[in-house]
T-cell receptor, first 115, second 112 residues
Framework: DAGVIQSPRHEVTEMGQEVTLRCKPI?????LFWYRQTMMRGLELLIY????????DSGMPEDRFSAKMPNASFSTLKIQPSEPRDSAVYFC?????????????FGPGTRLTVL | ELKVEQNPLFLSMQEGKNYTIYCNYS?????LYWYRQDPGKSLESLFV?????AVKQEGRLMASLDTKARLSTLHITAAVHDLSATYFC????????????FGQGTELSVKP
């Protein structure tokens, strides 16, 4: 299994530009999560989906952030317009949610730098 | 306020020694996770603890959960350098829905 795939791995952009991060979950998994990691705030859950449906987006910091999951094998996290404080590592994770176990498997992350 | 607090945040150990990392949380939950993160890398799942009294062991690491005390521990036995990493606990606050709140992480350094 290839694991969770994220692209790009690194992104450097200028303030005000649109940024799109992509995620392919593990095949067969039915839940997908987007996290952000910074030194100041640690690991934060931004949004998660079950069966392609957004369940909780209370962690999305502002309206500048949006996420979609058009099908079971693809999700995007978009920031428009980007700001320097959005600089962070963004992780996507997926799981197969059952009553007994739902370990989240993390992708390699996208390191975003907004200048 | 929901809190997941780890103690200590930094831990420097000598090889061969034992130590315990503590994870306290402020809300009811019966599902707790431990992850490992190497510098510049992603998170790797170590343990899933699903009920009160659950204990799991893998190699030199053993994790336990006391849901009544809202406490989980990660015990390290006879530490080796390869265990150097940051360890996170995370609590499911959504009744098994998958919404995890992570602790701050414990940065472990094992020295010869």
């Amino acid at each position: 299994d290839a694991g969770v795939i994220q692209s790009p791995r690194h992104e450097v952009t200028e303030m005000g530009q649109e940024v799109t991060l992509r995620c392919k979950p593990i095949s067969g998994h039915n839940s997908l999560f987007w996290y952000r990691q910074t030194m100041m705030r640690g690991l934060e859950l931004l949004i998660y989906f079950n069966n392609n449906v957004p369940i909780d987006d209370s962690g999305m910091p502002e309206d500048r952030f949006s996420a979609k999951m058009p099908n079971a094998s693809f999700s995007t996290l978009k920031i428009q317009p980007s700001e320097p404080r959005d600089s962070a590592v963004y992780f996507c994770a997926s799981s197969f949610r059952t009553s007994s176990t739902d370990t989240q498997y993390f992708g390699p992350g996208t390191r975003l730098t907004v200048l | 306020e929901l809190k997941v607090e780890q103690n200590p945040l930094f831990l420097s150990m000598q090889e061969g020694k034992n130590y315990t990392i503590y994870c306290n949380y402020s809300t009811t939950s019966d599902r707790l996770y431990w992850y490992r993160q190497d510098p510049g890398k992603s998170l790797e799942s170590l343990f899933v603890l699903l009920s009160n009294g659950a204990v799991k062991q893998e190699g030199r690491l053993m994790a336990s959960l006391d849901t009544k005390a809202r406490l989980s521990t990660l015990h390290i036995t006879a530490a080796v350098h390869d265990l150097s990493a940051t360890y996170f606990c995370a609590v499911d606050i959504s009744n098994q829905g998958g919404k995890l709140i992570f602790g701050q992480g414990t940065e472990l350094s094992v020295k010869p």
